[in-house]
């Protein structure tokens, strides 16, 4: 049984969804998806999980299977997208990931070692948590403050080393830069990692602008306003984009137009973390929408480094 799977990821609002799609449809594939947000019931305009029509184009797993009241962590991740994807398999199909959680992609791709003794889930996700949140500065101040050698050889962009090196730090009270050789991580798949994204960032933040005011027209308000006042309400709609900033609104601290434009800000925000993100993953293969004519011609190209891929 072939070990070849494709990874659609990328910033948000970069066409993922549709491109995973296309994908499936002419490779008889079905689609994982990699997001942290989409994976909890109810979140369904905020999060842009692929809307009914698009569920019906193509075969999806791990979109809303998780109340939202439920901690969900990349372990349990792992977990149930490797059964997912060798579900796929086992039926012939093409197992295709596809969303823009980095961390999720690189720890199901390159299967980490979650027993190792320096490490610790609910510390790794606080700090991805943080990293989600506010980007890497503060992150990459703290292991200055805590590990100066260790900050000297890293580059504060190489997102996944920084936080390696502060889960060690926090997890063992050792100093990263006195640890053995670096870890070697073994792919589990065989992974043709497609990055899509936009070189003109002004194009990629007009994309979110629009989804965002597509997102209201569909009723995000009501939804946010549901789930604010739900029983399940906590830690989940802390973290979600597209909910949090909602909560000055219902307490009347803002005005709607301010808290939408808070969503565009945050988004746009996102984006360039998770470009900041995929930027590390050394065999990523970078596809620019507005490389390309049209959609087709892009997808022509998708095409052609899958053909590629699967045959050699």
């Known amino acids: 049984m072939s070990n070849k799977i494709i990874a659609v990821c990328g910033p948000t609002a970069s066409g993922k969804t549709e491109l995973a799609i296309k994908i499936a449809q002419k490779y008889k594939g079905e689609i994982v998806s990699c997001d942290s947000m989409q994976i909890y019931k109810g979140m369904d305009i905020g999060t842009a999980k692929p809307d009914e029509n698009e569920l019906n184009l193509a075969p999806h797993h791990l979109i809303g299977v998780i109340d939202t009241d439920k901690e969900f962590s990349v372990v349990d991740f792992v977990d149930l997208a490797s059964k997912s994807i060798e579900d796929i398999k086992k039926r012939d199909r093409l197992p295709i990931l596809a969303g823009g959680t980095g961390l999720y992609m690189h720890s199901l791709v390159y299967g980490i070692d979650f027993?190792?003794?320096?490490?610790?889930?609910?510390?790794?996700?606080?700090?991805?948590?943080?990293f989600e949140k506010n980007g890497i500065d503060s992150l990459y101040s703290e292991l200055i403050k805590l590990d100066g050698k260790a900050a000297e050889k890293i580059h504060k962009n190489n997102t996944k080393r920084v936080l390696r090196a502060l889960e060690y730090i926090k997890v063992t009270g050792k100093k990263f830069s006195e640890q053995s050789p670096e870890e070697n991580c073994q792919k589990r798949y065989d992974t043709l990692l497609i990055v899509l994204s936009y070189r003109n960032t002004d194009i990629l933040y007009e994309r979110i602008n629009r989804r965002v005011d597509i997102m209201m027209e569909k009723g995000l308000l009501k939804e946010a306003e549901e789930f604010y006042k739900s029983p399940d309400y906590g830690s989940t709609a802390t973290q979600a984009i597209g909910y949090k900033e909602f909560i000055p609104y219902f307490n009347h601290e803002i005005s709607l137009q301010?808290?939408?434009?808070?969503?565009?800000?945050?988004?746009?925000?996102?984006?360039k973390r998770q470009n900041t993100w995929f930027r590390r993953e050394k065999d990523a293969v970078w596809v620019f929408a507005d490389d390309y004519i049209s959609r087709e011609a892009l997808f022509d190209h998708c095409y052609s480094l899958i053909d590629n891929f699967l045959n050699n």
């Open 115 to 130: 027993d190792d003794n320096s490490r610790d889930e609910k510390i790794r996700s606080e700090l991805f948590d943080e």
């Open 258 to 271: 301010e808290a939408v434009e808070n969503i565009k800000k945050s988004s746009r925000h996102y984006a």
